[in-house]
């Protein structure tokens, strides 16, 4: 059989296993809307999270994502996807022995002085091993697993098909870019090589941050659908957060996490676009390992120009200056009352930057603010006529819900003013750009 039409038969398996769900979801919430047939969305949604917790694949990474989104999906599903946890069974021995051969050769195994049989973690598109290298260097080998260049192109039609049928029900936000964008980033997530060079690329830049640790790629070790990188010891975030640990402690992993993101973000215009909780782990002096290099954005430096304008309009209260921002960033036709209600959301997100004081990321003890929030600002939307969010917001939204919601986890306290502004004082667009295209070269990431 060749490799296309083994491809072809893979997508219409995994179709076949996760039709069921997506239809589901539209012929009962059409039910709802159109005929005012009432159903039971939370039984519902808890299958559909079951049933992709099972699968390993993209199909659960996407519902993890759309659960950051506000209202890309009804609410029901988002709070049930949220809880995914990318943590689908682990593939057995005999599958790791033909797929390490398949990659490294008939003997891989004498390659190493230590190859654990029992995977140390399983995600969404492959699983790690722990093992160690004849110079007695312990390493994470990540094995994709079969099948999932197939695997993705199914998922990806069925997020397509969802994405339409809600979209009619409700045009608030027209999903277009973000589909796109989606479909680009997780493509790129089955090149191992080139997640290889992101994570050279994050070493470059947060070599000057002590706080932040990233693993090194062994590219002798590596393949398209084998990463081998250095092992990093440390526990998962929620773990540590169950032992309830003192405040200075919850403060130095926030921090840490803060610039994680954001120092790669506003000198060099690249974003993790993953801020999923088993993306990072805690070390004993509260620094913190970052993991999983799959999903990286490159904006250009007009966007990172934009994310600065913007906070300055929420500052100043001036209209006109948020107006040019959303400009920046590719929003179009955008009335008075359209802006307002984004406005809205602008405040939500910037507020706590604005104020030179330590606080918390929310001072509210309700959980479902920021829900609350959202929800008034799609209403909003909808109201005025819906808006067609350009494709380089979707992951920079994403990462500043996401990292905010582990802020929230964390109960952190912290002058969010004052990070913030470390790392804008000496902005300028052209020495980005410069910066940008040095590390990128040096890393071997593609130019955008």
Sequence with gaps: MTEDKSSFLGE?????????????????????????????????AEDLKALLGGLKGPLMKVAQFLSTVPNA???????????????????????????????????????????THEASAAASLGQVHRATLPDGTDVACKLQYPDMTSTVEAD???????????????????????????????????DYEREAAQMRLYHAMLDNTPEVHIPTP??????????TMTWLDGRPLMARLAEDPPQDERNLMAEALFKAWYVPFYR?????????????????????????????????????????TLFEAVRDRDDA????????WGFDKLSDEKMAVLNEWAHFLYDPLTQDRTRRISETDDPQFGRAVAERVHAGLRRTGGVKPPREFVLMDRSAVGLGSVFLRLRAELNWHRLFHELIADFDPAALATRQAAALAAAGVPTP
Excluded: C
């Design 12 to 44: 219409l398996r995994r179709m076949a296993r996760t039709s069921g769900a997506v239809g589901g979801i539209a012929a009962r919430v059409v039910g709802e809307r159109a005929f005012g047939l009432k159903t039971n969305r939370a039984d519902h």
């Design 73 to 115: 999906l009804p609410a029901e599903y988002a709070a049930e996807l949220a809880t995914l946890q990318a943590n689908a069974p682990a593939m057995g021995w005999p599958f790791v022995r033909r797929r390490m051969q398949a990659e490294l050769g008939p003997n891989w195994e004498a390659r190493f002085s230590n190859f």
């Design 156 to 190: 990806l039609r069925q997020l397509k098909l969802a994405m339409a049928i809600f979209h009619r029900m409700d045009g608030a936000i027209q999903h277009d870019d973000i589909y796109v964008e989606l479909a680009e980033r997780l493509r790129e997530e089955l």
């Design 218 to 227: 062994i590219p002798a070790f590596s393949t398209k659908r084998l990463l």
């Design 268 to 308: 060099y215009g690249v974003i993790h676009g993953d801020p999923h909780l088993g993306n990072y782990q805690v070390r004993p002096d509260a620094s913190v390992n970052l993991l999983d290099f799959g999903a990286i954005r490159v904006f250009p430096p007009s966007f990172v120009q934009g994310v600065i």
């Design 321 to 328: 200056k948020a107006h040019h921002a959303y400009e920046i």
